[in-house]
């Protein structure tokens, strides 16, 4: 990967339509120069997919909150991932450092069916307690660079 690979990854983050020539116009490149890039770049596992991302509200998403899940003794990472899946209102999950086990982000069309989600993971096996914080106000939302 070099300068070009990467300038060509950061503007197709930013519009994963754009098109080759857009592209070879911003770093210097001709439109089949870009696309052959972006071919190896795919081939070699950089470029993963597109996608589309769309307002979880327009999804009936709206409600979102992060969750501190606490467990009983020691539980694996897999046994906290397999738990976790079963759940679709949770979107994204992590070990942490700290008091917590975990941290979960959950989204739900509103407050009674994050409710529901909430009482699926507190009574799964070797869960203690969650600590939940909802989400108000969206500050910052972007996709890591």
Do not use: W
């Amino acid at each position: 990967m070099d300068n070009l690979d990467y300038g060509i990854i950061d503007l197709l983050r930013q519009n994963a339509r754009a098109g080759y020539g857009d592209i070879g116009a911003s770093v210097g490149l001709s439109a089949s120069a870009v696309k052959r890039r972006v071919d190896r770049l795919i081939a070699d596992g950089v470029i993963k997919g597109f996608t589309v991302q769309v307002d979880p509200a327009v999804d009936g998403l709206g409600t979102e909150a992060y969750v501190e899940l606490f467990c009983r003794g020691t539980v694996s990472p897999q046994e906290l991932q397999r738990i976790l899946s079963t759940v679709p209102e949770v979107v994204d999950a992590g070990t942490v450092t700290g008091s917590a086990d975990a941290i979960v982000h959950m989204r739900s069309r509103d407050i009674p069916s994050l409710e529901e989600a909430l009482e699926r993971v507190r009574n799964a096996p070797n869960v203690d307690h969650t600590r939940s914080a909802i989400v108000l106000s969206k500050l910052i939302s972007r996709q890591p660079a």
